[in-house]
């Protein structure tokens, strides 16, 4: 039977990305199908006390995930994979900062309606979104950021991984991430980064 992952990121987030293209990976080595979901760096940091710089860009930041919202309401949940992967293509690999840009050649790019990019600067999505960040948080709590996964009734947040693992290398992560995560009483394992995200 196909194992449903269903998978919560921010086009902002290089680690989700990163995660992101693991699970597509993943895809062709295990019996998974992976759905995309909409959560907020932004919404998720309202409140706290973060940099300067980071408070720039989490103002940004909302533009992505609202027009994601925004053509997932108007086509359906198809239509977030290809839009996040042509955002975060975009933006971490080719490396386009304006995201005004970034969301206005995604839209051309998989030929979705572009008026969609005028809810980057609209509240009109704002419930639709709240809604999509939080079937996504809620049960990991909000100690952590994105990427966030759910399989079945567990849910964690990771793995932050770089480069993103390719062929049988994606699958053997997945089984031990799967394996760890599903263990009762198992919350953290983490040690120090030593590098950047690497995209490929």
């Not at 699970?23 to 998720?44: C, G, P, Y």
């Not at 996040?84 to 309606?113: F, R």
């Not at 709590?141 to 079945?152: C, E, Q, R, S, Y």
């Amino acid at each position: 039977m196909t194992q449903q992952i269903d998978l919560w990121v921010d086009p902002v987030c290089p680690w989700a990305w990163l995660t992101s293209r693991w699970l597509l990976e993943t895809k062709k080595v295990r019996d998974v199908d992976v759905n995309f979901h909409v959560m907020s760096l932004s919404l998720l940091n309202e409140g706290r006390e973060i940099s300067e710089e980071y408070v720039d860009l989490m103002n940004k930041a909302w533009g992505p995930v609202r027009v994601l919202i925004a053509a997932e309401q108007r086509v359906g949940t198809k239509a977030i994979e290809p839009l996040y992967s042509a955002m975060g293509t975009l933006h971490h690999v080719q490396g386009e900062k304006d995201l005004t840009k970034v969301i206005a050649m995604a839209l051309e790019e998989t030929g979705l309606d572009a008026d969609l990019a005028s809810a980057a600067t609209s509240h009109e999505y704002d419930d639709a979104l709240k809604v999509s960040h939080h079937a996504g948080m809620d049960s990991v709590g909000f100690d952590v950021g994105t990427p966030v996964i759910h399989i079945g009734d567990v849910s964690f947040f990771g793995p932050v991984v770089t480069p993103a693992p390719k062929g049988e290398a994606a699958g053997r992560l997945y089984d031990g991430v799967l394996a760890v995560a599903s263990t009762p009483g198992f919350y953290e394992l983490k040690r120090s980064r030593t590098q950047g995200p690497i995209f490929e």
